[in-house]
C-alpha cells in the first residue's frame, strides 16, 4: 500500500503572496501518478494538478505548480498570486498501479485579504 | 451532464439497521471508487471498482459491501450500522489510470445514533 502525509494541517497566506503546501509519499512502485485536490466548503472535490512520476518535469497549471522531489518522494504545492477563491482543503493523493487513489489528511488553507 | 449523481445527501441510521448509498457516473467509465471522509483523517478508500462485474476492497471495507453489476451503477450497502460509521462517504469516478482524474459525487453525510 502506499501512503501520503501532509505534514501541515493549516496554512494561510496573505491575498497576492505565494504559499507552499508540503507532501510527501512511500511508495515501491515505480509507475505512479500524483494529485492536488482542492475541496471547498461545498466538499466537492475538485483537480488542481497531476503529475506522471516518469516526467521530470514539474506540472504547472497557470497560478498552481508542483515541486516534484522523486528521490525524495516529495511532492509540494506552490499557489503564487493567492486569491480569497484558493481557500479550501487540499489534499495530496497517489494513483498506484492498482488503480487505487491514496489521500493525505488534507491542509487547510486560510487567505487573508 | 449530470457526472457522478450520489443519493441520499443526508441520513441518520439508528445502531443496527441497514442501508444502500446509490452512486450512477453517466461519463461511461471503467473505474468507480468509494471513500469515507472522517475529520481531520482524509479520504479513507472503502471499495473500488474497475469495471462491470468487478470489485475489490480498500483500506476500510469492514461493514460494507458493493456491487457492479452495470458501469453506471457502483452501490454501497451497510449491514448493521455502527457509530463508527458516521462519515462523510464519497462516491468517485475515473475514465482510465492513465487520465488520472477523479470525478466526485457531491458526498453523502451519514450519521448513526
Known amino acids: 500500500a502506499q501512503t501520503v502525509t501532509q505534514s501541515q494541517p493549516e496554512m494561510s497566506v496573505q491575498e497576492a503572496e505565494t504559499v507552499t503546501l508540503s507532501c510527501t509519499y512511500d511508495?515501491?512502485?515505480?509507475?505512479?501518478?500524483l494529485f492536488w485536490y482542492k475541496q471547498p466548503p461545498s466538499r466537492q472535490m475538485i483537480l488542481v494538478i497531476r503529475?506522471?512520476?516518469?516526467?521530470?518535469q514539474n506540472a504547472t497549471e497557470n497560478r498552481f505548480s508542483v515541486n516534484f522531489q522523486k528521490a525524495a518522494k516529495s511532492f509540494s504545492l506552490k499557489i503564487s498570486d493567492s486569491q480569497l477563491g484558493d481557500a479550501a482543503m487540499y489534499f495530496c493523493a497517489s494513483l498506484s498501479r492498482r488503480n487505487q487513489f491514496y489521500f493525505g489528511t488534507g491542509t487547510s488553507l486560510t487567505v487573508i485579504p | 451532464n449530470a457526472g457522478v449523481t450520489q443519493t441520499p445527501k443526508f441520513r441518520i441510521l439508528k445502531i443496527g439497521q441497514s442501508m444502500t448509498l446509490q452512486c450512477a457516473q453517466d461519463?461511461?467509465?471503467?473505474?468507480m471508487y468509494w471513500y469515507r471522509q472522517d475529520p481531520g483523517m482524509g479520504l479513507k478508500l472503502i471499495y473500488y471498482s474497475v469495471g462491470a462485474g468487478i470489485t475489490d476492497k480498500g483500506e476500510v471495507p469492514n461493514g460494507y459491501n458493493v456491487s457492479r453489476s452495470t458501469t453506471e451503477d457502483f452501490p454501497l450497502r451497510l449491514e448493521l450500522a455502527a457509530p463508527s460509521q458516521t462519515s462523510v462517504y464519497f462516491c468517485a469516478s475515473s475514465y482510465r489510470r492513465q487520465a488520472g482524474e477523479l470525478f466526485f459525487g457531491e458526498g453523502s453525510r451519514l450519521t448513526v445514533l
Open positions: 461519463m461511461n467509465h471503467n473505474y
Open positions: 511508495t515501491s512502485e515505480s509507475d505512479y501518478y
Open positions: 503529475q506522471e512520476a516518469y516526467k521530470q
